[in-house]
């Protein structure tokens, strides 16, 4: 079974661009949150959908935003970036029936703004 | 509010020797604790978790974590280091309320294990 993948693995953008960083869940996998990890704050809570509804939402600014699709995938926008929004960007995902709390991550998509 | 700490930025160990990386918490009610690895360049790696039951906890790749209510701590254990376990890792805390996957995260703790 492929696990969670995001793409794209790398990239870089200049301030006050925009960026859309996608994920695939594994396959059954209805739950996708997101994280932001860098190295002055850690691993970061972003955001989290369940069935296409943004169930949780993290203390970033409204710069941040998700969606989630029909078949599970999502994606996460970054507008007017800032150089602080450079970061290893984490996607994971989890079965939506009994929540034990395990979530598989994928590779991240690391983000260097410039 | 829940949170956990990892006291310890770094942890060296020899090849062979046992290892301990050390977690607190702080919850409120019965806490979810896990504990993920991260390799370089790579995502998290999901080891164990404490949900209820048998205090000493055995995940992947060897490892183990015993919780401890009195001590309130997650430390994650191994018999015999090897060298590849050398990587980040982290102790996590599932938010309140518990149908959220919103994890609060430790600062991490970066083992080195040497030849």
């Given at each position: 079974k492929a696990g969670v993948t995001q793409t794209p693995r790398y990239l870089i953008k200049t301030r006050g661009q925009q960026v859309t960083l996608s994920c695939s869940p594994i396959s059954g996998h209805r739950s996708v949150s997101w994280y932001q990890q860098t190295p002055g704050q850690g691993l970061q809570f972003l955001f989290e959908y369940f069935s296409e509804t943004q169930r949780n939402k993290g203390n970033f600014p409204g710069r941040f935003s998700g969606r989630q699709f029909s078949n599970s995938r999502s994606e996460m926008n970054v507008s007017t970036l800032e150089l602080g929004d450079s970061a290893l960007y984490l996607c994971a995902s989890r079965p939506?029936?009994?929540?034990?709390?395990e979530l598989f991550f994928g590779e991240g998509s690391r983000l260097t703004v410039l | 509010a829940q949170s956990v700490a990892q006291p310890e930025d770094q942890v060296n160990v020899a090849e062979g020797n046992p290892l301990t990386v050390k977690c607190t918490y702080s919850v409120s009610g019965n806490p979810y604790l896990f504990w993920y690895v991260q390799y370089p360049n790579r995502g998290l790696q999901f080891l164990l978790k404490y949900i209820t039951g048998d205090n000493l906890v055995k995940g992947s790749y060897g490892f183990e974590a015993e919780f401890n209510k009195s001590q309130t701590s997650f430390h994650l254990k191994k018999p015999s280091a090897l060298v590849s376990d050398s990587a980040l890792y982290f102790c996590a805390v599932r938010d309140?309320?518990?149908?959220?996957?919103k994890l609060i995260f430790g600062t991490g703790t970066r083992l080195q294990v040497f030849p």
């Open positions: 939506g029936t009994y929540n034990t709390g | 309140r309320p518990y149908n959220t996957d």
